[in-house]
């Protein structure tokens, strides 16, 4: 399980949480959770902490931190994944 404590304001981080690969981000007032999967070449995208950005290493599309389409091949932005904090700080899928 991933707690939100493990996520600090502006970063991301690649979790398994109910046994899918997500890409979360804490913007420091919501977490936000996407597919790690790129729509245009089904890899897995990483964090890249420099540019706080989702980078695509296949082909090269990279999405802003809260998933929005930054730069292509990609025609669309991450998919988005509503989520849950429970009382000891745990995301949950809803």
């Known amino acids: 399980m991933a ?3 493990e996520i600090p304001e502006g970063d991301g981080k690649i ?4 046994g899918k690969l997500l890409a979360i981000y804490n913007d420091g007032e ?3 959770v996407f597919s790690t999967i790129c729509p245009h070449a089904r890899c897995d995208v990483e964090w890249n902490d420099a540019e706080k950005t989702w ?3 296949c ?4 999405f802003e931190a809260a ?10 932005g991450l998919e988005e994944f509503e989520v849950k904090i429970d009382e000891n700080g ?4 809803f």
């Open 3 to 5: 707690r939100i404590s």
């Open 15 to 18: 979790v398994k949480i109910d």
């Open 30 to 32: 919501k977490i936000k």
């Open 55 to 57: 980078d695509c290493p």
């Open 59 to 62: 082909h090269g599309s990279r």
């Open 67 to 76: 998933g929005k389409l930054l730069k292509g091949p990609a025609q669309t």
């Open 90 to 93: 745990e995301i949950k899928l």
